[in-house]
């Protein structure tokens, strides 16, 4: 049982690149989380997914796009990378939809864009 | 909208002293109330939680009571150790009215122990 699991763990782009971000959990559970967390910002949420083939935008969604994949898989995409993008990726997942409820992170996800 | 306010820090204290982070929150609703764990380097661990009014969360000796007069959920420590050296962030979530939309987090308190 790895919980929730993050690939890559480190990338760095170049301005205008793109690039995706998985995130996969093995817990059953019904919805997923996408957060950056910036210094002195605690975490934003970017993303989430309420239960499979839905998305919808949290706090800060442009310059995103999600997919959910299936049950388990939840993938952020930067389809231009900005260097305001800099930051630290983190997936998250919960059982339930109703409170109240847990939700469980994964490693992180460092990206850099210069 | 929901917020949530919590020291900034960086908190340093000695071992074996008296912890407290102090949090308030806004929120229009009945929120749930946690306190989330960071350890260098890793993701966030969910080290305590509240439901209602008045509940006491309690976990590895850490303690916070859901304070709804005073919209607030401080979360205390009696003896500190090394160990509890990591970045402490309090959050909120709504109850159910329109589904999962993600938790509220405060900005993080970074907590130092020094031998």
């Known amino acids: 049982n790895a919980g929730v699991t993050q690939t890559p763990k480190f990338q760095v782009l170049k301005t205008g690149q793109s690039m995706t971000l998985q995130c996969a959990q093995d817990m059953n559970h019904n919805s997923m989380y996408w957060y950056r967390q910036d210094p002195g910002m605690g975490l934003r949420l970017i993303y989430y997914?309420?239960?499979?083939?839905?998305?919808d935008k949290g706090e800060v969604p442009n310059g995103y796009n999600v997919s959910r994949l299936n049950k388990r898989e939840f993938s952020l995409r930067l389809e231009s990378a900005a260097p305001s993008q800099t930051s630290v990726y983190f997936c998250?997942?919960?059982?339930?939809?109703?409170?109240?409820?847990?939700?469980?992170f994964g490693p992180g996800t460092r990206l850099t864009v210069t | 909208g929901n917020s949530v306010t919590q020291m900034e820090g960086p908190v340093t204290l000695s071992e074996e002293a008296f912890l407290t982070i102090n949090c308030t929150y806004t929120a229009t609703g009945y929120p749930s109330l946690f306190w989330y764990v960071q350890y260098p380097g890793e993701g966030l661990q969910l080290l305590l939680k509240?439901?209602?009014?008045?509940d006491k969360g309690s976990n590895k000796g850490f303690e916070a009571t859901y304070r709804k007069e005073t919209t607030s959920f401080h979360l205390e420590k009696g003896s500190v150790q090394v160990s509890d050296s990591a970045v402490y962030f309090c959050a909120l979530s709504e109850r159910p009215g329109g589904g999962a939309d993600g938790l509220t987090f405060g900005k993080g308190t970074h907590l130092i122990i020094q031998p």
């Open positions: 998250a997942s919960s059982a339930l939809i109703r409170d109240p409820y847990e939700q469980y």
């Open positions: 997914s309420a239960s499979e083939g839905t998305t």
């Open positions: 509240a439901t209602k009014a008045d």
